[in-house]
């Protein structure tokens, strides 16, 4: 059975809906994967996914289809309708590429779109007896041709509209690519880079150090995407310095009261800082915690991670206080 090829559907139309689902793929990837992959290797699967491979007619492997068929067609003969036996060649013509362009209309058409039957990676091509003469070899075969070349000019429409489509896909990936990595990186690195807040006890006593302060910065350091990005947590700066203060200022009144701590261990010693640190804070002071740099005195720890640590010294003469925000 014959019909007409390249409609009723519309090559642009379809073209249009593979683009659009393109940037729908580029925007719903998984942020991590995307992350992950390199910017090439993204552009490729999505070019993929965008572009329609034109048919390519094989028309050195076009072969006759069997025996001939012989059909009843109705004919006008002189203002009244007549049955005539008519004689069908059938030539089939291999292709490749996405059968679906064989039905759809390019930009540029003709009146009288070629006829033919599809089935898979095939083409029928058909001529048709007109029940009183018998065509020869050569002309049956030049129709059959003709028929064929029909085809390959509809495909060439088609193709020309599909190298459009995939000059611009091409051109705009990379960009699109590149500004969507862009996005999801800055989200997450000012994500990482906010401060993590110590909430400060509401019954605790307030006091002004008298220092100048001097503001620290604390920068999410960038990381390689990883098949998980964790934000590391962060010390707030004012929360960082108003803890040391709590310590210097211990240290000072041990120093000038010494016989309170003469006789103590390091451990008392670091018991009465977290003592101190743990009436004005509320947070997650603890002692004697391993992590995997050794052992710490007393830390702040979030996640698993270290937001503060510190080492409590102790001898005969002095008392001495060293921290640092953990990473």
Not at 1 to 22: K, N, S, Y
Not at 88 to 101: A, H, I, K, N, S
Not at 124 to 144: N, R, W
Request: one cysteine or more.
């Amino acid at each position: 059975m014959t019909a007409q090829l390249f409609g009723p559907g519309e090559l642009a139309r379809v073209l249009w809906e593979r683009r659009h689902a393109v940037h729908q793929r580029l925007q719903g990837w998984d942020h991590d994967d995307l992350l992950l992959q390199s910017e090439a290797d993204v552009i490729e699967v999505l070019k993929a996914e965008a572009l329609i491979e034109c048919p390519v007619l094989d028309r050195a492997a076009a072969h006759m289809d069997g025996h001939p068929t012989e059909l009843i067609r109705p004919f006008k003969d002189f203002g009244e309708t007549v049955d005539r036996q008519v004689t069908r060649y059938t030539l089939v013509v291999p292709f490749v590429g996405d059968e679906q362009v064989f039905q759809l209309s390019a930009s540029v058409r003709t009146p009288e779109p070629p006829r033919g039957h599809l089935r898979p990676g095939e083409l029928s091509v058909f001529y048709t007896t007109d029940g009183i003469t018998m065509p020869v070899a050569e002309q049956l075969k030049a129709a059959l041709n003709a028929e064929v070349a029909k085809v390959e000019q509809y495909l060439e429409f088609a193709r020309s509209d599909i190298r459009t489509h995939q000059w611009e896909i091409e051109s705009e990936l990379p960009g699109l690519v590149a500004d969507r990595r862009a996005k999801l990186l800055s989200d997450r690195q000012l994500n990482a880079s906010i401060g993590f807040p110590v909430k400060r006890r509401g019954d605790a006593d307030t006091y002004t150090i008298p220092l100048r302060r001097t503001r620290l910065t604390v920068r999410a350091t960038p990381r390689t995407p990883a098949q998980r990005f964790t934000p590391e947590p962060a010390l707030a700066d004012d929360d960082y310095e108003a803890a040391l203060a709590v310590l210097l200022n211990a240290r000072n009144a041990f120093e000038r009261t010494p016989s309170m701590t003469a006789t103590l261990h390091e451990e008392q010693i670091r018991d009465l800082l977290l003592l101190l640190l743990n009436a004005q804070f509320e947070g997650a002071a603890a002692g004697e915690v391993f992590n995997r740099h050794g052992k710490t005195d007393i830390l702040i720890r979030v996640d698993d991670r270290n937001v503060f640590t510190g080492t409590a010294a102790c001898s005969a003469s002095a008392n001495s206080w060293a921290g640092r925000r953990g990473v």
